[in-house]
Antibody, heavy 120, light 108 residues
Framework: EVQLLESGGNLVQPGGSLRLSCTAS????????MTWVRQAPGKGLEWVSA????????YYADSVKGRFTISRDNSKNTLYLQMDSLRPDDTAVYYC?????????????WGQGTMVTVSS | EVVLTQSPGTLSVSPGEGATLSCRAS???????IAWYQQKPGQAPRLLIY???ARATGIPDKFSGSGSGSDFTLTISRLDPEDFAVYYC?????????FGQGTKVEIK
């Protein structure tokens, strides 16, 4: 059974930093791309960032480019999102998702999310 | 960046009736890289449909996808209470893999 468990969400002040983690199990982690998607309170889904199976290729939404860094440690089956220069509009539930093996970007399985609140 | 526009924003439907949700892309989505997700309150999204037409594992045939080019549709037949939720389309043809803003299907 595929399981994705996000952690690291917290209350942080504007301008601060936070690192989210997503621990995966139930599949061969280093065979699949991974994606972060966020959802602001009461709003829709926003695609944030994705990484290739090896970690060698990364993709970012314009809204986070230069501030967020996606990475992965395949030896630990863990995906990360380093978030710097946080702003109030980064407040959201952050989901990690396993990409399909056949289609990079197709989100087959999702974690339950971790809440990030950016506020003074 | 591909912009996906979903309509309507809210759809009021009686249980047992069907629903048709629309997703229009700002440019042609070659290769049929369109997916649909369902999200219920307090839950993570769930993949329903991929490659425009294909149902994800375990998804009943009451959910069907159609369309081509830049216009895509999710059809839900015979709505049951558990089908009332928010539905999102997504394109995964090119990064950023954008989502539509969602259609809420509510009980009439």
């Amino acid at each position: 059974e595929v399981q994705l468990l996000e952690s690291g969400g917290n209350l942080v002040q504007p301008g601060g930093s936070l690192r989210l983690s997503c621990t995966a199990s139930g599949f061969t982690f280093n065979d699949y791309g991974m994606t972060w998607v966020r959802q602001a309170p009461g709003k829709g889904l926003e695609w944030v960032s994705a990484v290739s199976p090896t970690g060698g290729t990364t993709y970012y939404a314009d809204s986070v480019k230069g501030r967020f860094t996606i990475s992965r440690d395949n030896s630990k089956n863990t995906l990360y999102l380093q978030m710097d220069s946080l702003r109030p509009d980064d407040t959201a539930v952050y989901y990690c998702a396993k990409n399909s093996g056949g289609y990079f970007g197709l989100l087959e399985y999702w974690g339950q999310g971790t809440m990030v609140t950016v506020s003074s | 960046e591909v912009v996906l526009t979903q309509s309507p924003g809210t759809l009021s439907v009686s249980p047992g009736e069907g629903a048709t949700l629309s997703c229009r892309a700002s440019q042609t989505i070659s290769g049929n890289y369109i997916a649909w997700y369902q999200q219920k309150p307090g839950q993570a999204p769930r993949l329903l449909i991929y490659s425009v037409f294909a149902r994800a594992t375990g998804i009943p045939d009451k959910f069907s996808g159609s369309g081509s080019g830049s216009d895509f549709t999710l059809t839900i037949s015979r709505l049951d209470p558990e089908d009332f939720a928010v539905y999102y389309c997504q394109q995964y043809r090119s990064s950023p893999h954008t989502f539509g803003q969602g259609t809420k299907v509510e009980i009439k």
